[in-house]
């Protein structure tokens, strides 16, 4: 019988994870409460399809009111654990857990957490698929694929889960993955700006530290994968108990990046994966995905040549560096994922051809500093700066040294697509790379880098 038979649930916050919740406890028997600070106007279709399910509902501003009853409390990653209403609730004796959480404490399977600041979702992705290649059931969650604890009663300790974990997944675990990838950490989600979430980090130390638990709570049984390159990823190497490997960019370690080339080396022997050449993913930065992914899927039992099948094949996501279309000569890149200028670099090392680069957005609490200088010494001949953030921006480029074209006051994707195409010549590539979060003018990347992809469709 269910643990959960008969028991009261309050979720908190029914977006895909909380939906996702519904759905798990719905077959569980419980008595599900779901809890939102929209209202059933905003909530629109998806109160719709919730409302046909035999749960109740509090919305609006005091969507957190009288839980004191309640047995569990599922927490969106994008609510705050201190809040003063959680506190209270944590101080009652009641237990406060998140989708993430639950789905660690019942999934029989070994489970693969990815993490970093920016290509979680790539080093994911490819991980999945090179399982698969290599004849392997595996699922893929987290913040790519989809949400699984509505499946993990079907999921076997034979096969195999990969996550892509943000700070806000992984925060309150005391479980860690079999197998933990972490990849470079700079700093992120330091301030907030999204009218739906609270979640943010006080300093980057407090974000680093948030992400520890991704390797806190692994046994000599288990497997850390870290980035040899970057001083805080290897600082994780503290926190674990387990064996731990690590790839490069600089160094000859256990996979590594040499000549423009992806090695792995076990057993004494050094196996090529990829070329730059031969990939579909561009920019140098992708290698060292594919480098982290081929040593966690290797160490999860892909074989050799599932691996190289897969580097050599894989396209990518959506959103990031993402080819729309090539009008007239002019190649429009989507790289809209891109919500920090760690990422914004990458992309425009990623490119030798003349830039013209999209930059802005809301904030996130970054420094725009080397982005700047980087900007100041590539081929860029435009950059078109939009949002909040435009101001900050324009200081950073000149403060770096930027000396050409700058472009300002377009206040919708239209505009910035149109300035773009008549700035841009044949051979020349419109990259929007904005470095930014989105929500001063789209409801997130994912809709900006549509609007993107739709605005150059017109072209």
Known sequence: MSPFKGKKIAILGISTEGQDSV???????????????????????????????????????????????????????????????????????????????????????????????????????????????????????????????????????????????????????????????????????LANYDRLATNFHISKEAYIEAKKPIVRFQTSADFAIFNADDPTSRSFAKETKATIYYFSRSDRRDAFVKDHAVYLAYQGRKELICRDSEIKLRGEHNLENIAAASLASFHAGATLGAIQKIAKTFEGLPHRLELVKIVNGVSYINDSFSTVPETAIAA???????????????????????????????????????????????????????????????VSMHEIVLHSHKEARIGDVVLLSPACASFDMFANYKERGELFRYEVSLL
């Open 348 to 410: 425009i090392n990623s490119f030798s051809e003349p830039l013209i680069l999209i930059l802005g957005g809301s904030e996130k609490g970054s420094d725009f500093s080397e982005l700047g200088e980087s900007v100041a010494r590539s081929s860029i001949k435009a950059v078109i700066v939009v949002g909040m953030m435009t101001e900050r921006i324009i200081a950073a480029l000149k403060a770096g040294g930027y000396k050409k074209k700058i472009i300002t006051g377009l």
């Open 23 to 189: 759905k798990f406890f719905v077959k569980q028997d419980a008595k599900i409460l779901c809890c939102d600070r929209r209202t059933k106007e905003e909530l629109g279709e998806m109160y719709d399809q919730l409302r046909q399910l035999p749960v109740s509902f509090q919305l609006g501003e005091q969507y957190l009111r009288n839980l004191d009853d309640y047995d569990v409390i599922v927490r969106t990653p994008g609510m705050l654990p201190t809040l003063p209403e959680l506190v209270v609730l944590q101080k009652k004796g009641k237990e406060i857990t998140s989708l993430t959480k639950l789905f660690f404490d019942l999934c029989k399977a070994p489970i693969i957490g990815v993490t970093g600041t920016k290509g979680k979702g790539t080093t994911s992705t490819l991980i999945y698929e090179m399982l698969k290649a290599s004849d392997r059931r595996v699922y893929l969650g987290g913040n790519v694929g989809t949400p699984l604890l509505s499946q993990v009663e079907n999921i076997e300790a034979n096969d195999i889960v990969i996550l892509e974990l943000s700070s806000f997944q992984l925060e309150d675990l005391t479980k860690s993955p079999h197998i933990a990838v972490v990849l470079k950490i700079t700093q992120e989600h």
